[in-house]
C-alpha cells in the first residue's frame, strides 16, 4: 500500500466525500464478498459441473494463489500507472472476470476465470485504503479506516448468507453476476470523482524473473496439494514432477529475492524479528482458519442434510462480535501490548474448535451456531494486534512492501490450509470408514437389528445394505471432521508460543493496516 503525498490534492468534503466513501466501501465489498460467498455453493458447483466437492473447492483456492501472488505487484504497478487508473482498471477488469466466471460451462474454465479474477483483485483493496485515506483529512484518518474495517467485517457476514440464498433459490452462477452492477457503479463514481487526483507515475523496473518464480513455486505447490489425492500423491509422477518444480522454484526464488537490486518481495524483511513471527502466526493461523471455514459448509451440506442457505446461517453470525469488537479493538492497540490481543484470539480459536471437535450427527442447528459466535470475539482481536506487530519499528518507506509480504503470506496460506483440510478430511473419513466396517457383519446384533429395521420398512437386502453404507459413511465422515477440529484446536493453543517470541511493538503500530479478504 501507498500512502498519500503530503502536497497531494485537498480531501474531499461534504457529499462528495460520502458519494466517493460509498464507491470504495463498495468495491472493498464485493472483493472480499467474493471470497466467502462461494464457499457455501461449492456442493451445487461441483455437482452443476459434474465433479467431485473436493475438486470444487480448486475454484477457492485458485482465487487465493492468483490473488496472493498479484498482491507484491501493487506498488510497482501504481507507480506506473496511478493508483486511480489500476484501481478503477482492477474493478472493470474483476467485473469482467466474474461474468465469465458466471458463464463457465466447465470446472476447468471455471478455474482460469477464477484464477483471472483474483489476479486483477490483488490491487483493489489495499489502493481502496490508499484512496480513501487521500480523501480525508489526516485528522480523520482513523474514521475513514474504520469505515474501511467495517466493510471487510460485513463482507464475511453477507456472504455465506446471500450465497446460500441465491444458489438455493436462483442459480450459482449468479453468486458471480451480482458483481456485475456493483462493479460498475463503483468504477463510475470512483473515476468521476478521482480521476483528476491521481498520483504521479514513473516508469520503475519490475522483477520479471523474481516474479516467473514465485508464479512457479507457489503454483506448482497449490496444483500439488490439490491434485494429489486424485492422482495418489507421490505414486504419480506428476506429483513428484510438481513438489520437485516447487522446491527447485522456491529454491530459486530465495536466491534471486535476496540478491536482486528492485526484488518483487523485500525477503530482508524476515530478518526482523516481529516481521517474521507474526508473519509466521498469521499464516499458520489463517490457513487453519480458512482450512475449516471452507470444511463446515461442505459437511453440513454433505452429510448433515443442510441446504445452502442453511448452511450459509450456520457461518454468518461470525461477524457480529466481530463488527461490536473490532472498533475497541482498534482504538486500544497502541495502549494494550498487541501479543495479549492476539493471546487472546488464539485462545478462543482453540475454544471453538474444541467445541467443534464434539459435534455429533444428531447436532441441531443452536448447538452448531454457538461456537461460530464466539468465533467472532476472537476475529477482532486477530488481525489488527498481528499486523501492528508485524509492521513494528519499520522505516514509513518499508511499511508498503511489509505490508504486500505479510498478505501474500496470508492469503497463499489460506489456499495451502484449504487443500490441506480437505484432503485430510477424505484420509480420516477413510480410515474411520475401515474401522467402522470392521465392527459390522451379519452375526454383530448392532447390524442384524439395523438391517432388519430396514427390511421391516420395505427395504430389499441389497437397498437395505447401501442404506447402511450411507450411515457408516455419515459417522466416517463426522469423525473426520472432528479430527480435523481437535489437531485446529492443538495448533491455534501452540501458535500462543510463537507470538510470544515477538518483542513488544515499538514505533510503526500506527500504521494502516491492510487486511485484505
Request: proline share 6%.
Amino acid at each position: 500500500m501507498t500512502t498519500p503525498a503530503a502536497d497531494g490534492p485537498a480531501p474531499l468534503t461534504g457529499g462528495t466525500l460520502v458519494v466517493a466513501t460509498l464507491a470504495l466501501s463498495l468495491a472493498t465489498f464485493m472483493n472480499v464478498l467474493d471470497t466467502s460467498i462461494a464457499n457455501v455453493s461449492i456442493p451445487a458447483i461441483a455437482g452443476d459441473l459434474g465433479v467431485s466437492p473436493s475438486q470444487g473447492t480448486w475454484v477457492i483456492t485458485s482465487f487465493a494463489v492468483a490473488n496472493a501472488i498479484s498482491l507484491p505487484l501493487t506498488g510497482w504497478l501504481s507507480q506506473r500507472y496511478g493508483q486511480v487508473r489500476l484501481f478503477v482498471a482492477s474493478v472493470l477488469l474483476f467485473v469482467l472476470a466474474s461474468f465469465l466466471c458466471g458463464l463457465a460451462p466447465s470446472l476447468e474454465l471455471l478455474i482460469a476465470f477464477r484464477v483471472l479474477q483474483g489476479a486483477v483483485a490483488g490491487p483493489m483493496i489495499p489502493l481502496s485504503q490508499s484512496i480513501l485515506l487521500s480523501s480525508y483529512p489526516k485528522a480523520k484518518a482513523g474514521s475513514a479506516l474504520a469505515i474501511w474495517a467495517i466493510t471487510t467485517l460485513v463482507a464475511p457476514v453477507v456472504g455465506p448468507l446471500l450465497g446460500g440464498w441465491i444458489t438455493d433459490n436462483v442459480a450459482w452462477p449468479w453468486i458471480f453476476y451480482i458483481n456485475v452492477p456493483v462493479g460498475l457503479a463503483a468504477a463510475a463514481i470512483t473515476w468521476s470523482v478521482y480521476r483528476k487526483r491521481d498520483t504521479p507515475t514513473a516508469r520503475k523496473p519490475i522483477d520479471a524473473v523474481g516474479l516467473g518464480l514465485l508464479v512457479l513455486w507457489v503454483g506448482a505447490l497449490q496444483v500439488m496439494l490439490d491434485k494429489g489425492k486424485e492422482l495418489d500423491w507421490f505414486a504419480s509422477g506428476a506429483i513428484v514432477g510438481l513438489a520437485i518444480a516447487a522446491a527447485i522454484g522456491f529454491a530459486l526464488f530465495i536466491v534471486w529475492e535476496l540478491t536482486d537490486a528492485h526484488p518483487v518481495v523485500d525477503l530482508r524483511l524476515f530478518a526482523r524479528r516481529n516481521f517474521w513471527t507474526s508473519t509466521l502466526a498469521m499464516s499458520l493461523a489463517y490457513g487453519v482458519f480458512f482450512g475449516n471455514v471452507v470444511l463446515l459448509p461442505l459437511w453440513l451440506q454433505q452429510y448433515m442434510g443442510y441446504t445452502a442457505t442453511a448452511a450459509g446461517m450456520v457461518l454468518a453470525p461470525v461477524g457480529v462480535l466481530a463488527i461490536l469488537l473490532t472498533p475497541m479493538v482498534g482504538r486500544t492497540v497502541n495502549k494494550v501490548d498487541p501479543r495479549i490481543f492476539a493471546t487472546a484470539a488464539f485462545a478462543i480459536f482453540g475454544l471453538v474448535m474444541l467445541m467443534r471437535s464434539h459435534f455429533t450427527t444428531g447436532a441441531d442447528f443452536d448447538t452448531l451456531m454457538v461456537p461460530t459466535i464466539i468465533q467472532g470475539a476472537a476475529m477482532a482481536v486477530f488481525f489488527i494486534p498481528l499486523v501492528t506487530l508485524s509492521l513494528s519499528g519499520l522505516e514509513p518507506s518499508r511499511i508498503p512492501s511489509a505490508s504486500g509480504l505479510f498478505n501474500f503470506a496470508r492469503i497463499t496460506a489460506g489456499a495451502f490450509g484449504t487443500s490441506i483440510a480437505t484432503t485430510t478430511w477424505d484420509q480420516r473419513a477413510s480410515l474411520h470408514h475401515a474401522q467402522l466396517v470392521e465392527r459390522l457383519s451379519q452375526s454383530d446384533p448392532a447390524t442384524s437389528h439395523a438391517l432388519s429395521t430396514l427390511s421391516a420398512a420395505g427395504a430389499d437386502p441389497s437397498t437395505a445394505m447401501a442404506l447402511l453404507n450411507r450411515l457408516v459413511d455419515q459417522q466416517a465422515f463426522m469423525l473426520g471432521v472432528n479430527d480435523i477440529f481437535y489437531v485446529s484446536a492443538l495448533l491455534f493453543v501452540a501458535l500462543i508460543g510463537v507470538v510470544w517470541l515477538a518483542r513488544p511493538a515499538r514505533g510503526g503500530a500506527g500504521a494502516p493496516v491492510v487486511m485484505g479478504d
